[in-house]
């Protein structure tokens, strides 16, 4: 369905209400997602990105039923993976030879996705400018971001709008599509939650990337991306938190990670957020089992935090497994300047801590020297280990806390 959006511009995407999983599984999504389209109707009308090819006749339908098909001059592809060029190939039969323009990344990721069909690219850099009429251009921007090197954003003059990729997406389904109309709490939730899962490790690049639109002088009104809410009045504040995001973010929060066989490491775990909350009041405390939560809010948790500590108790010379594989995600997202420590129980041989260690070390993560680990249960013995743990995670040097029991 076409629904404006600005002047000439309107929003032609997908909703999708029912989707739960997003990027190969790796996204837990809570409140659904949208694979977002645009059309510019100027003196020359141009279409920006596609939708997934499971949605692709209700899209191209939309332009019959409005008798646009035959009058798209240009179409922008900011991004070639398939949830956003999947309805590209069935259009272009639809309209063959129509121009599009993208990167040369794109134009090669479009052919090796589609096979050479000999579709009329046009390859843009960054500074390229398209004339689209009534005094209005579409100039294009490369986001090499790494993550995804074919892609590029393109700014519309004169109304001001960024359509901007990936950047400054959330998976968060919206009928109006506005960020207003959006629960601003769930929504800076889901936009930090879709950074640190998925630009973590290449913040150096988003920065980078952040800079040059500064450079570019570009009056913003409107931030169109390709999945969630339109940024219409809080533009601003998204860039900044990008910005704030993307150099070495971290809030005063302390965040426990751990799985347990026999409730031994569970202890800890709550023993070590009752005493980081007398040692430190003003610090946020968060617990999780990476059996009752999903990787991707952990992550996002962890996003937010100073500091972490990580726990599994020792089975057969090792860590659990759930605990293994969630330190393999933690590693590929390359967080930095974070202090990390670990613990654990064990019955007979005591590994367990020291591989976790290792691990988190391997992550990046700033290792202190102290970690627990307990025979089996933890008794009184062992819960000023847990203080001076929480001690050397939460403060640098000079210690002022109060005493924990």
């Known amino acids: ?24 599984n790796k996204l837990n999504v809570l409140n659904g997602s949208s694979q977002n389209a645009y059309l510019i109707e100027e003196e020359k009308t141009v279409l920006i990105d596609t939708v997934l090819s499971d949605y692709k006749k209700g899209f191209i339908d939309t332009f019959k039923d409005e008798n646009l098909l035959k ?27 129509t121009p599009i323009y993208c990167t040369k990344n794109a134009a090669d990721s479009l052919e090796s996705q589609y096979g050479k069909m000999n579709w009329n690219f046009n390859i843009v850099k960054t500074g390229d400018y398209l004339d689209i009429g009534n005094n209005k251009k579409l100039l294009f921007v490369e986001m090499d971001i790494r993550y995804l090197p074919d892609s590029m ?38 936009a930090l939650k879709f950074y640190a899962n998925t630009f973590t490790p290449y913040s150096k690049y988003i920065n980078e990337s952040l800079k040059l639109l500064k450079a570019l002088n570009l009056k913003i009104d409107m931030i169109a991306p390709i999945h969630g809410a339109i940024w219409k ?16 973010y971290k809030e005063n929060q302390f965040t426990i990670i751990y799985d347990t066989m026999w409730e031994g490491t569970t202890r800890i775990a709550r023993r070590m957020a009752n005493n980081a909350k007398k040692i430190s009041p003003s610090t946020e405390v968060k617990v999780f089992n990476v059996n009752k939560f999903s990787e991707d809010e952990i992550m996002a948790e962890v996003f937010k935090s100073k500091a972490i500590a990580v726990g599994s108790p020792t089975v057969n010379k090792d860590i659990l497994s759930s605990i293994d594989r969630w330190l393999y995600s933690l590693k590929k997202l390359g967080f930095k300047d974070k202090k990390a ?12 801590t020291d591989i976790i260690k290792e691990k988190l070390e391997n992550s990046g993560f700033e290792v202190v020297d102290d970690s627990i680990k307990v ?30 029991a």
């Open 375 to 404: 025979n089996w249960n933890p008794d009184k013995g062992d819960f000023p280990k847990a203080k001076e743990l929480i001690e050397a995670l939460l403060f640098d040097s000079e210690i002022e806390s109060e005493e924990c």
């Open 1 to 24: 369905m076409k629904r404006l959006i600005k002047n000439n511009v309107s929003w032609i995407g997908h909703i999708n209400w029912e989707a739960n999983r997003y990027y190969d």
């Open 71 to 97: 009058k798209i001059d240009y179409i922008i592809i900011n991004h070639s993976e398939k949830d956003h060029s999947g309805a590209l190939p069935d259009l272009l039969q639809e309209i063959p030879n």
């Open 233 to 248: 009045s809080n533009s601003d504040k998204i860039i900044d938190l990008y910005m704030d995001w993307s150099e070495g």
């Open 341 to 352: 420590a670990a613990f654990g129980c064990f019955g007979w041989s005591g590994e367990g």
């Open 153 to 190: 954003a393109t700014y519309l003059t004169g109304d001001n709008i960024l359509f901007s990729n990936h950047l400054f997406s959330q998976h968060y389904a919206i009928e109006e599509l506005f960020d207003d109309k959006a629960n601003q709490s769930q929504l800076k939730k889901e």
